[in-house]
């Protein structure tokens, strides 16, 4: 199989995508991409058997959003370098802590086990965070000397989430699982100050990447957790920009806990001299405004590998047109978008 080089288009385009609904394997014994792994699914169906050295990347990213603040935790693993981050900002006081680092020539943080069930774990000195699969649901702890989180994680009654291969070509693909109306309970403690996490007022994200990447990558992705005009539990996930000429998107809507996969190559509008300013998400079906509150940079640079992102938290409201024809209306779901450039 060769597939060609993904092109950066507009966004705009209207796509049929693959429905996989059995057990798959996302790598071939040679580690090129299968191709019956292309597509996407409700549920975490792909096993994510990575082979090789050098260019496989590993990630796990969850933002937990309450009353008080956003906390964020990550590992993420690049086989010659592994990150692990920990961040919390308090809507109180608009102060951000951001704690962690790079580890260089590290190991394999538990990150290598194909069906994703194995403690991942990395720390980097005094910080360390862990996620521990429970089931259908996520242990997160993390201890740093100035946050620590003990939380649960789990989705709710007939919860679906999306996985989608993008392919780039043979060689180059990504898995990506993004899910998001998960429900947290525990305690987070910021500088000796315990906040207690409850189910039915915080709500969290999760993004899980396995895949094999290109040197360069450019991205949009933005999710949001609400209800519609008429009170039905939302959730939305759009990506843009490194999907673009592939024959996947990461788009979808959950509505109820049911997933309506959104086939279409978006274009995402917004002024990267001023992130706060309103952002705009539209395709054939979809016409979203993203109205941010808060703006938050992040970068490393260290010439041949970078990593800078763009992250805005703020609310979505807007219109999506269903494949069977309905609109759903929706207007201050809190969400967020971000634009993110890579070097690796």
């Known amino acids: 199989m060769k597939l060609p080089i993904r092109r950066l288009s507009p966004g705009g385009e209207t796509i049929i995508e693959n429905e996989i609904t059995d057990r798959v394997d996302l790598c071939l014994p040679s ?9 996407w699914t409700r549920s975490a169906l792909h096993s994510t058997n990575l082979r090789g050295w050098g260019r496989n990347k590993r990630f796990e990213y969850w933002a937990v959003t309450t009353p008080a603040g956003i906390l964020s935790l990550n590992i993420s693993h690049h086989d010659y370098r592994a990150n692990v981050s920990l961040s919390y900002w308090d809507r109180s006081t608009d102060v951000e802590i951001r ?4 580890i ?16 991942m774990h990395a720390q980097k000195r005094d910080v360390s965070v862990r996620f521990i699969p429970r089931g259908v649901g996520t242990e997160l702890e993390a201890t740093s000397p ?32 993004k899910d998001n109306g998960l429900r947290p309970e525990g305690t987070i403690r910021i500088d000796g100050v315990e906040h207690i996490v409850t189910a039915d007022t915080a709500t969290a994200v999760h993004d899980r990447g396995r895949g094999r990447w290109p040197y360069f990558t450019f991205w949009n992705w933005g999710a949001g957790t609400g209800e519609t005009d008429d009170g039905t539990p939302l959730g ?18 959950r509505i109820d806990g049911h997933l309506q996969k959104v086939s279409e190559h978006l274009v995402w509008k917004y002024d ?9 998400i539209t395709g054939p079906s979809v016409k979203l405004r993203f109205t941010p509150y808060r703006h938050a940079h992040n970068i490393f640079n260290r010439v041949v590998v ?4 763009d992250t805005c938290f703020g609310h979505y409201s807007g219109e999506i047109r269903l494949k069977d024809g309905t609109t759903i209306a929706f207007s201050d779901v809190q969400g967020h978008a971000e ?3 890579r070097r690796w």
């Open 31 to 39: 580690g090129e991409l299968n191709p019956a792994a292309i597509g």
């Open 99 to 102: 704690q962690g680092g790079n």
């Open 104 to 119: 260089w020539l590290p190991g394999h943080a538990g990150m290598r086990d194909p069906d994703n069930q194995t403690p």
């Open 146 to 177: 100035r946050i620590h989180v003990s939380l649960r994680v789990g989705p709710g009654p007939d919860h679906e989430s999306m996985g989608v291969v993008v392919p780039w070509t043979d060689k180059l693909f990504q898995y990506t699982k």
């Open 236 to 253: 939305l996930q759009f990506g843009g920009k490194w999907t673009d000429g592939t024959p996947s998107t990461e788009n979808w809507v």
């Open 272 to 280: 990267p001299t001023d992130w706060v300013k309103e952002w705009t």
């Open 306 to 309: 970078l990593s800078r992102g």
């Open 339 to 341: 634009e993110v450039e």
